[in-house]
């Protein structure tokens, strides 16, 4: 697997509360995944989430959506997240 670096910048709206956040996801590909996210609401950095995957399998798409889901379930639940 060939290491790259990827990003990503989307919005999301939580589910419970409506709240709409935008982040941006810079992670690693390749077997030893790194990640991290700045996520903002209403232009204010509200949180810096960060993690790593050893052993990662994923790849194009999957890693792409895999990383969107863990992201914005981070955002849901509120974890490190600043109201």
């Known amino acids: 697997m060939t290491i790259r670096q990827e990003s990503i910048q989307d919005i999301y709206t939580r589910k419970v509360g409506g709240e709409t956040f935008q982040y941006q996801v810079r992670y690693t590909t390749g077997k030893a995944l790194e990640w991290e996210a700045k996520v903002y609401l209403d232009g204010e950095l509200k949180g810096t989430p960060s993690g790593s995957i050893i052993d990662n399998t994923l790849k194009d798409e999957a890693l792409r959506q ?10 849901e639940r509120g974890d490190g997240i600043d109201e």
Do not use: A, P, T
């Open 66 to 75: 895999f990383v969107i889901s863990y992201v914005e379930g981070i955002i």
